[in-house]
């Protein structure tokens, strides 16, 4: 899974995986997550009268009315039926890995609470908690699960009506928003919104840590330009055949993949090589298959 082969990277793991080793690092990153969830909800956003998004906020609304209902226990009960949901419309390895991330916050989030000190202002403990949150949660994306509650209603929503996921959990969480408004005032639920936007963007930093983008290069030099590339970049290119509309004149067109951060070179490297070289550039989700190139 080319995810997990990421993530291997990003700590230095290396060589081949056997399966057994693979979903002990999945389980193994679930339950850190968890546990960075669980000192979110406990040390920062709780205090705080601030929510986090979705079930885990109506879970702290419980559990401020009725002290001995746990935030976790409230979060494993209110899941139960979301995950037989899932399980019937989601991929069996993707709700398995939901599975423990939901047994696993339950268990910590009753449980664990840190003791160190902490910022007195709201501001503050709304981004820190929220920030703590979104790594749990894109920590769980990034190896294949979810942490539950809209998680899975925004996907067999989509699954089901073709509806973006996006505004599925905003609706959810705009819902949050106003919960904790009327229940811990105004001035809490603004700082609930501070906390699900820092999530939000951390989530997103994480699905994204290192962009992708593919090049389109139209040159009169494919060739000369595709082997500065491999030398310079090391990146592997697709040259294809076409010819101007306008000039009538036969072009190359490479397609190169690379991170955002080689643009420059690549401008660099073509302008200097085709100073008519035509080049655009496109945002890239996701690229699977070889990345960088072989060495020689």
Known sequence: MRVYEDMRRMVGMRGASHPVLDWTW????ILFSDLVGAVAVNNFLTPAHILAGGVTGVAQILHHYAPALGVGTMYFV???????????????????????????????????????????????????????TGLSSGLVIRVGGSMGG????????HRLTGRNIGSVSFVMNAAI????????????????????????????????FQQRKTALIVTSKPSEVASAIGQRLVRGSTVMRAYGAYTQRERGVLLCAMTHLEIADLKEIVQSLDPDAFITILDTTEVIGRFRQSAP
């Open 26 to 29: 999945r389980i193994a990153v």
């Open 78 to 132: 209110f899941n139960i039926p979301l995950f037989i949901l899932g399980y019937r419309y989601l991929g069996r390895r993707f709700i398995f890995q939901t599975g423990i991330a939901i047994l696993g916050f339950s268990a910590l989030a009753d449980f664990v609470r840190l003791h160190f000190a902490t910022p007195t202002d709201p501001l503050l403990m709304g981004l820190y908690g929220g920030v703590l």
């Open 150 to 157: 809209t998680d899975i209603v925004s996907l067999v929503v």
């Open 177 to 208: 928003v106003l919960l904790s408004m009327l229940v811990f005032g105004v001035p809490a639920g603004l700082y609930t919104l501070v906390s699900m936007y820092a999530a939000s963007r951390v989530v997103s930093g994480l699905m994204h």
